[in-house]
């Protein structure tokens, strides 16, 4: 993804992520349980959309971070799937799904070579496929990771959203206050946020918590998420840094 299309890190980029964990988190289940694609066949058209969405951004001329957020729902509505998929369908432990996932993103940040961003005003590592594909194994984990504490742990979607916010909050307060921007830093909070996003948004639609249902979750944590980007965009024109 070309780096003026790429948004600069910051209290307004953390909390659009954030958000859109939790939107992806109740696309994802309203593709499996309202469109009826289960876990498995609602990955490939995703998989499709996202390849459409890179192709189309790498021929645009002008700079938006549209297509960046875009990219990161699709994603984060596949790795939702993928998640129960794993731990759901083919009933792999959680323990040894989140110890498998979290082995297979070390290897990506591990194999990739990351080059010295032009874009000096961002902390977001580079959007080569290494990143998009950690981020597709970062959402799995945080999906297998927020359902391992609502119900093996047995702290519900109320209860584990609760400790997953503290912990995210934690997180965000290390790496602002104590300076902590390394790569390595950078995607733990990717997986902090997937990991609540996923209780936050079983706990809106779910019927153990404020039961709105998923159409209803969906599209209000949806327009939640639209409203936020447009208040960044009119705060702060994306853009601004580089001119």
Excluded at 39 to 68: C, D, K, M, Q, S
Excluded at 142 to 160: E, F, H, K
């Amino acid at each position: 993804m070309q780096t003026r299309n790429v948004p600069a890190t910051g209290p307004g980029y953390w909390t659009a992520l954030s958000v859109a964990s939790v939107f992806g988190a109740n696309m994802g289940d309203f593709c499996s349980k309202i469109l009826h694609l289960g876990h498995a066949n609602g990955l490939l058209p995703l998989a499709i959309l996202f390849a459409a969405i890179l192709a189309v951004e790498r021929r645009a001329t002008a700079a938006t971070v549209a297509f960046y957020w875009l990219a990161v729902i699709v994603l984060r509505t596949a790795a939702t799937n993928a998640g129960d998929l794993l731990t759901h369908d083919f009933a792999i432990p959680y323990p040894a799904a989140m110890a498998g996932l979290a082995a297979l993103l070390a290897a990506i940040l591990v194999v990739e070579r990351p080059s010295p961003t032009v874009w000096r005003n961002a902390s977001v590592p580079d959007t080569n496929l290494y990143y998009w594909a950690a981020m597709m194994v970062a959402g799995t984990l945080g999906t297998a990771a927020g359902d391992y504490v609502a119900d093996v742990l047995g702290l519900g979607a109320g209860g584990a959203s609760l400790a997953l916010c503290a912990v995210l909050a934690t997180v965000l307060t290390i790496r602002t206050i104590g300076g902590f921007t390394s790569r390595a830093s950078y995607w733990i909070t990717i997986v902090a946020i997937r990991s609540a996003g996923t209780t936050v948004g079983d706990y809106l639609a779910g019927r153990h918590g404020l039961d709105f249902g998923l159409p209803v979750s969906t599209a209000a944590t949806g327009l939640v998420f639209v409203t936020i980007l447009a208040a960044l965009f009119y705060a702060k024109p994306p853009n601004a840094a580089a001119a």
